[in-house]
């Protein structure tokens, strides 16, 4: 029921809708991730360890880069189970911006990786490296499919979540870069042609590069308080004078995200009529918008 104080302020607050399947969801998020970054992890090991066998720069910079995946989706793996922390007198919304903010890191995390292979390769082109073919095309074969594996159960978590989007994109940047390091090495076996490697390298990084903006982009919005993209102030405004005749005027309107899954809420309602009913405002905002927390400070004419 909505309180009310002495001045006809109602502070509604509705947070705990979906409250349940958000932890359930971060659950399944937090198992997945965790299995994404052991196998990661395992196998960055083996390329490091073929890297130095067949003396491949390629295989170690490719093992540098799967160091970055590793701790990028163990980061994330730790912002999926902090995030499930209950709220407490210090964090009173919990945890939940801490997912926000691994993702932000991530992002940046797979600019910088894209950014340095594009410089590698400017380098290797301008001082040739020799790189052995078949070692190569052993370990990129082997690692193709670890990433397959891993991009399989991420694919099963929530899409939606940018943490998941961004530990998507580093394992998918992993598996087009293994996927490219397979064809490059057939060519380099096949013609000797060693700037097969560099091509590859620099046309997945700019995939990445515009998957690491995405993301980066719409974490910061978050972190910033933005108003979420799916939420337009002047359009609630319109929709609530509709609905309820009553209502006069509707000012300072604040709308923003804990999380992705998380929107707040908080507005000031002139009403005419002091019967109108705010918890059915609430309900009605709580249900047409997907808002979880609302305050509502009413002011009656």
């Not at 932890?23 to 196998?39: G, P």
């Not at 890191?105 to 590698?120: D, Q, R």
């Not at 301008?126 to 990433?147: D, Q, R, S, T």
């Not at 992993?174 to 076996?189: M, R």
Request: contains cysteine; charged residues 15%; glycine residues 6%.
């Amino acid at each position: 029921m909505p309180k009310h104080d002495e001045h006809g302020h109602d502070h509604d607050h509705a947070h705990e809708l979906g409250h349940s399947h958000h932890h359930n969801v971060n659950a399944k998020n937090q198992t997945r991730m965790a299995l994404a970054a052991i196998l990661t992890g395992l196998f960055m090991v083996a390329e490091v360890i073929g890297g130095i066998v067949s003396g491949s720069l390629a295989l170690i910079a490719d093992a540098g880069h799967m160091m970055t995946d590793c701790a990028a989706l163990t980061l994330a793996w730790f912002g999926f189970k902090l995030g499930q922390r209950p709220a407490n007198a210090r964090y009173t919304f919990g945890y939940d911006r801490f997912a926000i903010l691994a993702a932000f890191v991530n992002g940046l995390s797979l600019f910088a990786v894209a950014i340095w292979i594009i410089l590698e390769a400017i380098k290797r082109f301008n001082e040739p490296v020799e790189v052995m073919g078949l070692p190569m095309l052993i370990v990129a074969g082997l690692g193709l499919v670890v990433n397959i594996i891993v991009f399989i159960i991420l694919m099963g978590a929530d899409k939606e979540n940018l943490n998941i989007r961004s530990a998507v994109l580093h394992v998918l940047g992993d598996l087009l870069g293994s996927a490219a390091a397979i064809g490059a090495a057939i060519v380099i076996i096949l013609t000797g042609w060693m700037p097969a490697d560099l091509i590859m390298s620099v046309l997945v990084s700019l995939i990445v590069l515009r998957g690491a903006y995405y993301v980066v982009k719409h974490s910061a919005h978050i972190l910033l308080e933005g108003t979420p993209e799916r939420l337009n102030p002047e359009t609630i405004k319109a929709d609530l004078k509709t609905k309820f005749p009553h209502i006069t005027e509707i000012d300072n309107i604040h709308i923003w995200s804990i999380s992705q899954e998380y929107t707040i809420i908080m507005l000031d309602i002139h009403i005419a009529n002091s019967q109108i009913s705010t918890a059915t405002i609430r309900e009605y905002l709580a249900e047409k918008f997907d808002i979880k927390h609302i305050t509502i400070e009413i002011k009656i004419l």
